[in-house]
């Protein structure tokens, strides 16, 4: 009668504090280079050293640049981190991948593609988006900096238990909607707080049929929707992909691991806090239109109209609006888009670059877009070389940059101006997200890649 996550969270559990939190065990813990400093400097003041430091793996990505990364970082904040980071790695004896390692990159993007994030593990980093490592069958969520120094100092983290919920998503995709479509869909259905306090299981048709860069996708997103973070029971699909990678198991090692991989699920007769179901034919490639991500639309329909908003809610949807410059009832299709990012640890992957070049091929860059293109991490970018992914995307005027988080969000030099349009494969929609005033309209990389084609908000489909 267990859930999946009920095995993985019980399976951690070190006690139980009587009215309290639960001490979990966590198998590895990300660093990077943001809301790590103040941890360490807490077990420097206390004379602690890392508890269990080969569980440990840090890599700056936030504030690193896209461009010229052989180079001394300019922006002194930026590069004071960096260097901070480094040291920190070095004192504790933790293993670091600076800029220009091959082994560098976002850190969410690294830890799957390695095989440092394996099935029925506990996961955490100082970083919201830890829950994209959920999508090979982990426990995985972002903490603040007290609890990195936690862990750092003990390997255990107090938490209390999440509640549980799973998301059936059934039928068959429509042609150009893409796990990002599926994520932004929920978040509007749902709310950007409708999964809070939950631990979401993605399952049904569309989840088992996807690749894992897209269920790394929808794990990433879960945080949008308020929830302590979502994962997906681990299957063939999953062992494919981690059969070979750096860290996984090798050999004998490997079949031990995959037969326990495979208690990995939850029970038929599991029972959830909350169960929903969505139908696949509902959804279509997805855009947003306001300041947080549940503010989203089909690529084809208009903007909610301000009667069709709840009375607590029209305030702040009108905020949101004037923030855009859009209004209520408004379509978008063929609204005028100056930046175009693809990357972060959301689409940074081969295969967004793959459906992006899907569509760019044999068509030009608009002049009147900039477009950053920006892989996810130096195994991505090596990849894409080798697919000549990096030609077609030349031959159309696109370049492609040097790893990192990039325009994500305004802690690097790849900014959007204030008043800007940017159609971003990013995660976040925040009011000066990706920089003052910036624009940003959340969306996949097929929609990315037609708005780049085209210079306004284009549905794919009519490009494929």
């Known amino acids: 009668m267990n859930t999946l996550f009920d095995k993985i969270w019980d399976k951690h559990v070190v006690q139980i504090v009587e009215d309290g939190p639960t001490q979990l065990y966590i198998d590895r813990l990300y660093c990077h280079e943001v809301t790590s400093p103040q941890a360490f400097s807490g077990l420097r003041e206390r004379g602690l050293k890392c508890f269990r430091p080969k569980q440990i793996f840090c890599m700056p990505d936030h504030n690193t640049p896209t461009h010229d990364q ?3 970082i300019e922006d002194p904040v ?5 260097e901070t980071l480094k040291t920190n790695a070095e004192e504790f004896g933790l293993a670091y991948y600076g800029m220009m390692d091959e082994n560098n990159g976002i850190i969410h993007v690294v830890g799957p593609e390695k095989g440092l994030s394996l099935p029925g593990m506990t996961i955490v980093c100082g970083d919201s988006h830890t829950s994209t490592h959920g999508a090979v069958g982990a426990v995985a969520f972002g903490i603040g900096t007290s609890e990195v120094e936690m862990v750092l100092a003990s390997q255990c983290i107090l938490q209390q238990k999440p509640k549980s919920m799973r998301i059936n998503v059934n039928g068959k995709l429509g042609r150009g909607v893409t796990a990002k479509d599926v994520a932004l869909y929920l978040m509007s259905k749902l709310t950007t707080s409708g999964a809070t306090g939950y631990f979401v299981e993605y399952s049904g048709d569309v989840v088992r049929e996807m690749s894992m860069e897209g269920r790394l996708t929808l794990c990433n997103l879960s945080i949008e929707m308020g929830a ?11 062992f494919k992909y981690l059969k070979g990678k750096d860290y996984a198991p090798k050999g004998e090692e490997w079949d031990k691991a995959v037969a326990y991989w495979l208690t990995l699920k939850s029970d038929n007769d599991a029972v959830f806090d909350k169960e929903l179901a969505f139908d696949a034919s509902d959804i279509e490639p997805r855009i947003t239109y306001g300041t947080n991500p549940g503010m989203g639309i089909g690529v084809s329909e208009s903007i909610p ?14 905020k949101s609006l004037d923030y855009m410059g859009f209004k209520p009832g408004e379509k978008l299709l ?5 930046y175009v990012f693809l990357g972060a640890c959301t689409n940074g992957r081969l295969e967004d670059f793959r459906a992006f070049a899907s569509i760019v091929k044999g068509r ?11 892989p996810g991490s130096w195994s991505v970018y090596r990849q894409l070389r080798g697919e000549g992914i990096d030609v077609i995307l030349k031959d159309a005027g696109f370049d492609i940059r040097q790893p990192g988080c990039s325009a994500c969000l305004a802690m690097n030099d790849d900014k959007v101006p204030s008043g800007k ?8 929609n925040f009011e000066g997200r990706q920089g003052p005033g910036a624009r940003t309209i959340l969306a996949s990389p097929l929609v990315a890649a037609a708005a780049a084609v085209t210079g306004v908000i284009t549905d794919p489909r009519d490009l494929m």
């Open 364 to 374: 030009r860059k608009s002049d009147s877009v900039v477009a950053w293109l920006v």
């Open 334 to 338: 063929g609204h005028k888009v100056d």
């Open 228 to 238: 302590r973070g979502g994962f997906v029971a681990p299957d063939d699909i999953t």
């Open 78 to 82: 930026s590069r004071k981190q960096v």
């Open 421 to 428: 349009y940017s159609v971003s494969t990013s995660n976040r």
């Open 70 to 72: 052989d180079k001394p």
């Open 305 to 318: 109209t301000l009667e069709s908003i709840d009375e607590n809610g029209k305030a702040s949807f009108l």
